[in-house]
């Protein structure tokens, strides 16, 4: 009986194993051909930015959009940010992805600003490579000169645990980044540690509030509560406060009552891309979903 029990507890194991390294050699398999993948996206034109609203919570006004990548490889199908960014980091392709999201958004920017959109603002998420490039400063204001794009017409979101990985350097290239005139948002606020301290030090114009935070409201005390302190937070930092991942009328509500500034959401509108943005914006859709006359 012993040797039978240690012969299943091996065969076990070895299942184990087997199961163990068929499953990371899929994973692996699977990063290695996005990775050929992503590298040849750009030549071929596979990328897309969709772009989302963002509505000003008191008066229902679209302020801006957030812009957000997509990628439609050759083979079909559509593969999300959350899924290939990552990868794009590890490979080093972000940097030229960067490049063509900055450039891409900038020329979308300037066209909503000819068409006389004013006011209007693209937001642009920087991944940590970018920002540590040191060109960046560079490389922002190129885009914008290339695209004739206003500088105000831009905002760049940078995540809570970019800045503090190395706040000094960080500092010095906000600072250089807000002397060309683009507003810096932190992007997934309150899923970070940062120091409040130094939160204080950085040349910021925007918190935006993670969403998980905001599912789970009003109904979940502990959300509601983070959610309340973050604002009041921002307001006393005289920061603009957002909440993303607004789903429900009930968390609008709620968010409009603890005079959060702005709101970016489902309930509102997914990205889209940016001739039917445009087609939403003129159609009123937007103010309808906002003062709740439509569903
Ligand atoms: P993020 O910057 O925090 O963007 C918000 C994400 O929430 C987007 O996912 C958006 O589509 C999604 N979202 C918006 N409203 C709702 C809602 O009401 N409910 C829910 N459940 N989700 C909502 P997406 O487009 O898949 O992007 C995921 C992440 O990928 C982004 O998170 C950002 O970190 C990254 N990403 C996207 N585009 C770019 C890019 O151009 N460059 C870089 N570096 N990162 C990007
Ligand atoms: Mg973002
Ligand atoms: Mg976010
Ligand atoms: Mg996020």
Same mark, same amino acid.
């Given at each position: 009986?012993?040797? +039978?029990?240690?012969?299943?507890? &091996? ?24 990775? %050929?993948?992503?590298? =040849?996206?750009?030549?071929? %034109? ?10 000003? +919570? ?23 940010? #959350? ?5 794009? /980091? ?18 979308? #920017? ?18 940590? #490579?970018?920002? &540590?490039?040191?060109?960046?400063? =560079?490389?922002?204001? =190129? ?25 000094? &350097? ?26 409040? %301290?130094?939160? &204080? ?9 993670? =969403? ?45 009552? /603890? ?29 309808? #979903? ?6």
């Amino acid at each position: 009986h012993a040797d +039978a029990a240690m012969y299943r507890a &091996k065969e076990c194991g070895r299942n184990n194993f087997q199961f163990y390294t068929e499953e990371l050699s899929a994973r692996n398999a699977q990063r290695m051909y996005l990775t %050929n993948g992503l590298r =040849q996206a750009l030549d071929r %034109n596979e990328f897309q930015l969709h772009y989302q609203p963002k509505l000003e +919570a008191r008066s229902g006004r679209v302020v801006g959009v957030e812009a957000l990548i997509r990628w439609f490889p050759a083979g079909g199908g559509m593969i999300s940010p #959350a899924e290939f960014i990552p990868i794009a /980091e590890e490979s080093g392709l972000i940097i030229p992805i960067g490049d063509w999201v900055l450039a891409t958004a900038c020329k979308q #920017a300037a066209g909503w600003r000819r068409e006389g959109r004013d006011g209007f603002r693209v937001a642009v998420n920087l991944s940590a #490579a970018q920002l &540590k490039n040191r060109d960046v400063v =560079q490389v922002v204001a =190129q885009a914008l000169r290339d695209a004739d794009c206003p500088a105000d017409a831009l905002d760049l979101e940078i995540t809570e645990s970019m800045l503090m990985e190395n706040p000094e &350097k960080v500092s010095r290239t906000l600072q250089g980044l807000c002397d060309l005139g683009v507003r810096l948002s932190i992007d997934d606020f309150g899923t970070g540690y940062s120091s409040l %301290n130094y939160l &204080k030090s950085f040349p910021i114009h925007e918190l935006k509030i993670d =969403q998980t935070f905001i599912r789970d409201i009003p109904g979940e005390a502990g959300h509601a509560s983070i959610v309340k302190a973050i604002i009041d937070l921002a307001h006393s930092m005289e920061l603009i406060v957002v909440a993303e991942g607004v789903e429900t009328a009930e968390q609008k509500a709620f968010l409009e009552r /603890e005079r959060c500034d702005e709101l970016q959401g489902y309930l509102f509108s997914k990205p889209l891309p940016a001739h039917q943005l445009g087609q939403l914006l003129d159609s009123g859709a937007i103010g309808r #979903a906002w003062s709740g006359t439509v569903s």
